[in-house]
């Protein structure tokens, strides 16, 4: 079992350290080794603390041995996205700007994970400041798909997802403020959540670029996986008052009863490659099969205003960060500093009319959802492109731009809804794509219930890449 430990699941591995079968040591040196083998070709990692991981890892084992574990991640390797803070690590955020700075204290998700035992590796690749759809910078480079390295796992948590997907570590936490959780799970084969706002508190963190849009989630290869994650860090914390009010999410999944689902296969004449629409339509009629209501149809809210006034979030916070850093200009990429400057023209009444463009859309948005449970699209437009490229230029033939690969999942971010993105099955070539499952403020639990479902009926869930090193 030694030599496979990676394949184990999240409640597999437990099992195994509580039943002393495995030792927390013994489960982090087969992740090392297999970080130190693989992520040569793949470049997952900014930063591996290995000695820290092993002092976390025996601390788990003297646990386990007098019989008082904390929870079910106790002694299990996890990865943190590189615009995450973890005390004593590097928090570079994919920017010269940051080259230098390490964090002193946990940012509150990752202490959460510290609290129940989670033993924190290192940090994954970003692009710069989080704000690109691929993995790449001017300070570690890019991160390769572990499908196929020559292409992009996508981004922004895309160091995230592949050393996920490539067995480097059982989960990682990510972040999703446009979809950078779910386009870059989908383009891997694994399954990543983006929950309601407020569901993970936060506090602690970088300056925020997108309000209240982004949000932390978790990684990781199954929909259990995912939901023994939330059952640790979905909980309400003083630090963060928007994470009152919600249901605990169960740590075992149940049978979903009857939902009534929209599956929209594209957004107005938006390309999309007709592949992806194959397979995420063949995705919807296996829920059909489950027993589920599926209405076909296009996505009944407008868009426009939310897609035209996004950038103003990202623009006004880059903007705000060259006001308090007189290197910003000196040490961003030109684009970003085009973007800080641009966000300095803007008044506090574009600010101001665009949260409550987001407000009005949030309404219109919990109006959709009194009449469907869930809405289905596919998680990305495009399959994954060349590793070094920012965006695949052409989508089904059609000039697509910077952002047409990612037309599906902006608006989720935008209502604050929890939104998975789940294995819909391999294209002709191999590669994976990811179908989208987003539901109500605050069903979390019920939309993991769904996706559990789905899951199990589904032939192709858990599969493993073949990498060129094993």
């Given at each position: 079992?030694?030599?496979?430990i ?5 409640r597999?591995l ?23 083998r693989?992520?040569?070709?793949l ?18 084992d003297e646990?386990?041995?007098?019989g008082?574990?904390?929870g079910?991640?106790d ?9 995450l ?5 590097p928090?570079?955020?994919g920017?010269k700007?940051y080259?230098d ?7 509150l998700?990752?202490?959460l ?7 924190v590796?290192?940090k994954?690749?970003v692009?710069e ?11 570690f480079?890019?991160?390769g798909?572990?499908?196929?390295p ?8 895309g ?10 570590v ?5 972040t999703?403020?446009?979809g ?17 706002i ?6 602690g ?14 990684l ?15 909980c309400?914390?003083?630090e ?12 075992a ?10 599956f929209?296969?594209?957004f107005?004449?938006?390309p999309?490659?007709?592949e992806i ?8 009629d296996?829920f ?14 407008d ?11 990202a623009n006004?916070?880059l903007?705000k ?9 000196q ?9 800080a ?17 987001l ?15 869930v809405?289905?699209?596919p ?5 994954p492109?060349?590793?070094?490229s ?9 000039e697509a ?16 809804h929890?939104?998975i993105?789940i294995?819909a ?8 794509a990811?179908?989208q ?19 199990q ?14």
């Amino acid at each position: 079992m030694k030599d496979s430990i990676y394949r184990l699941n999240l409640r597999q591995l437990g099992a195994a350290l509580r039943e002393g079968s495995l030792s927390a040591i013994a489960v982090l040196e087969h992740y090392l080794d297999r970080i130190g083998r693989l992520d040569g070709e793949l470049n997952c990692f900014v930063h591996v603390d290995a000695e820290g991981a092993r002092a976390a890892a025996r601390q788990a084992d003297e646990r386990f041995a007098t019989g008082k574990p904390l929870g079910p991640l106790d002694g299990i390797p996890v990865a943190i996205k590189d615009n995450l803070l973890v005390a004593g690590m590097p928090c570079v955020w994919g920017t010269k700007l940051y080259r230098d700075y390490i964090a002193a204290e946990d940012e509150l998700p990752v202490r959460l994970l510290r609290q129940a035992g989670a033993v924190v590796v290192g940090k994954t690749n970003v692009p710069e400041f989080t704000l690109r759809g691929f993995t790449g910078n001017a300070v570690f480079g890019s991160t390769g798909n572990p499908w196929n390295p020559a292409l992009t796992p996508g981004g922004s948590s895309g160091g995230s997802v592949a050393a996920v997907a490539a067995g480097l570590v059982p989960y990682s936490l990510g972040t999703d403020g446009g979809g950078s959780i779910r386009r870059p799970a989908g383009y891997v084969g694994i399954v990543g959540l983006k929950p309601s706002i407020g569901r993970i508190p936060r506090q602690g963190g970088l300056p925020p670029l997108l309000a209240d849009c982004e949000v932390v989630g978790p990684l990781a290869r199954t929909i259990d996986d995912i939901r023994l994650i939330m059952s640790v860090i979905g909980c309400a914390n003083s630090e963060d008052p928007r994470s009152f009010g919600f249901p605990a999410i169960d740590a075992a999944s149940a049978m979903p009863e009857r939902k009534r689902i929209l599956f929209v296969e594209r957004f107005g004449d938006a390309p999309v490659d007709p592949e992806i629409v194959a397979l995420c339509a063949r995705a919807a009629d296996r829920f059909a099969a489950l027993g589920h209501e599926v209405e076909r149809g296009p996505l009944p809210l407008d868009l426009a205003s939310v897609n035209a006034g996004w950038p103003i979030l990202a623009n006004t916070g880059l903007a705000k960060m060259a006001a308090l850093d007189a290197r910003f200009h000196q040490l961003v990429s030109a684009p970003f500093s085009e973007q800080a400057k641009a966000g300095a023209k803007l008044s506090a009444t574009n600010y101001l009319t665009f949260i409550e463009t987001l407000d009005a859309f949030r309404v219109a948005a919990a109006r959709l959802f009194e009449d469907f449970d869930v809405v289905l699209t596919p998680a990305s437009a495009a399959h994954p492109w060349p590793r070094d490229s920012q965006f695949p230029p052409v989508i089904d033939g059609k000039e697509a731009g910077p952002r047409g690969h990612a037309v599906f999942t902006n608006w989720v971010n935008a209502c604050g809804h929890p939104g998975i993105s789940i294995p819909a099955g391999p294209g002709a070539g191999g590669m994976p794509a990811g179908l989208q499952a987003v539901a109500a403020f605050g069903a979390d639990d019920a939309l993991l219930d769904l996706a559990a479902s789905f899951e199990q009926a589904h032939p192709w869930a858990n599969r493993w890449p073949e990498l060129a090193v094993r």
